[in-house]
Nanobody, 119 residues
Framework: QVQLVESGGGLVQAGASLRLSCAASGRTFSYYKMGWFRQAPGKERVFCAAITWSVGSTSYADSVKGRFTISRDNAKNTVYLQMNNLKPEDTAVYYC????????????WGQGTQVTVSS
């Protein structure tokens, strides 16, 4: 059973930084892609960033490119999302997700962690 546990959210002022963590367990994740998504109040959940566990290739949504960085620590089975220069519009619940490389959809999700950015 895949388990994803997020941590690191909180309340910060605009311009600050936060690092989210996603501890993954239950599988060998070599052939997985890990993603971060977010859902703002009253809006749909949207993609932020993704990383392939094996080679570490990354992709980003335009809204976070240049400010957010996704990375992974193989030894700790943990994926990170470093968020810099946070803006009020980054306020959302952030979710970690996982899928196999061959799967078209993310089918494992964490419980989410709240990030609130005040102006």
């Amino acid at each position: 059973q895949v388990q994803l546990v997020e941590s690191g959210g909180g309340l910060v002022q605009a311009g600050a930084s936060l690092r989210l963590s996603c501890a993954a367990s239950g599988r060998t994740f070599s052939y997985y892609k890990m993603g971060w998504f977010r859902q703002a109040p009253g809006k749909e959940r949207v993609f932020c960033a993704a990383i392939t566990w094996s080679v570490g290739s990354t992709s980003y949504a335009d809204s976070v490119k240049g400010r957010f960085t996704i990375s992974r620590d193989n030894a700790k089975n943990t994926v990170y999302l470093q968020m810099n220069n946070l803006k009020p519009e980054d306020t959302a619940v952030y979710y970690c997700a996982a899928r196999t490389i061959s799967s078209p959809e993310y089918n494992f999700w964490g419980q989410g962690t709240q990030v609130t950015v005040s102006s």
